[in-house]
């Protein structure tokens, strides 16, 4: 079956344009996260959807960062007014969710991911 | 709060050498915690876990055991390969994090022949 899968593979922008990074989860999977990934570091959590519940937004790192997540479907990460410390792969995964009932943590399956350039 | 710390790398080793990645983590009450891999030109994927204290989880030949005394998820393999050469992240989540994941900051494991 399909896994999760992101759009653009690759995004080069100017300075102070807003982009929108999509993400498609694997088909029923409640749990949809993002983070992102600067050149040799970790991941950096960014937000959290679990099924109809309110979003952890904790790891957004500014008002310019946005997400939506209709029902348990797509996701959209917009960025707004680039910056170029926002330069990074964003990574999408999704997951089956706490309440799967076959067990308490799910494996997240991750996207190939999104690099984001900003001239 | 949570909190993954693993060891820096790069790493390189040779073909048929030991690995260990040292992960230590802190958390409160009993997190699942997880070893993922991203091969070059790939997305993340998971290669073990382990959802309770004591527990070893293992994929590939890969190791790593669960130790809750030292809070402590070392991943090992007995004799590595080229195509092992990836970059290798240990994480953790639990209820008490919102079952949010926290990733350390990669390892990055080079073998040469």
């Known amino acids: 079956g399909a896994g999760v899968s992101q759009s653009p593979s690759n995004k080069v922008t100017e300075k102070g344009k807003d982009v929108e990074l999509r993400c498609d989860p694997i088909s029923g999977h409640t749990a949809l996260y993002w983070y992102r990934q600067r050149l040799g570091q970790g991941l950096e959590f960014l937000i959290y959807?679990?099924?109809?519940?309110?979003?952890?937004k904790s790891g957004l790192p500014s008002d310019r960062f946005s997400a939506e997540r209709t029902g348990e479907s797509v996701s959209t990460l917009t960025i707004q007014r680039t910056q170029q410390e926002d330069s990074a792969v964003y990574l999408c995964a999704s997951s089956l969710g706490p309440t799967s009932g076959r067990s308490p943590y799910n494996e997240q399956f991750f996207g190939p991911g999104t690099r984001l350039t900003v001239l | 709060g949570d909190s993954v710390t693993q060891m820096e790398g790069p790493v390189t080793l040779s073909e048929e050498a030991f690995l260990t990645i040292n992960c230590t983590y802190t958390a409160t009450g009993y997190p699942s915690l997880f070893w993922y891999v991203q091969y070059p030109g790939e997305g993340l994927q998971l290669l073990l876990k382990?959802?309770?204290?004591?527990d070893k989880g293992s994929n590939k030949g890969f190791e790593a055991t669960y130790r809750k005394e030292t809070t402590s998820f070392h991943l090992e393999k007995g004799s590595v390969q080229v195509s092992d050469s990836a970059v290798y992240f240990c994480?953790?989540?639990?209820?008490?994090?919102?079952?949010?994941?926290?990733f350390g900051t990669g390892t990055s494991l080079t073998v040469i022949p």
């Open positions: 382990a959802t309770k204290a004591d």
């Open positions: 994480a953790l989540t639990s209820p008490r994090t919102g079952n949010q994941f926290y």
């Open positions: 959807f679990q099924g109809n519940s309110a979003p952890d």
